[in-house]
């Protein structure tokens, strides 16, 4: 969600700067425009840092015979590293 939310941020951003030619005397829109591309970038970088930083988990299968039944055994056992 803050991929799409950054991406956003900079569309609106580009369209304040370069696509609206509007003249409004107590604020910049193009010093907005930039504001908002900049935040979008940052945000779209930080999204895909969360991204990359995804929990890991690790699924161990053994298996091995019963020797009292001389039937097959499988036990399995999932590990996830713990959250910071």
Request: aromatic share 8%; proline share 4%.
């Amino acid at each position: 969600m803050s991929i799409g939310f950054g991406i956003f941020l900079f569309v609106v951003g580009a369209i304040l700067t370069f696509a609206l030619q509007i003249e409004v005397s107590w604020i910049d829109i193009n010093l907005v425009g930039y504001f908002l591309m900049g935040a979008g970038v940052v945000v779209t970088i930080i999204g895909i840092a969360l991204l990359a930083r995804r929990r890991q988990t690790v699924t161990t299968e053994r298996t091995g015979v019963d020797p009292a039944s001389g039937q097959r055994v499988t036990q399995r056992s999932t590990d996830a590293d713990p959250l910071p």
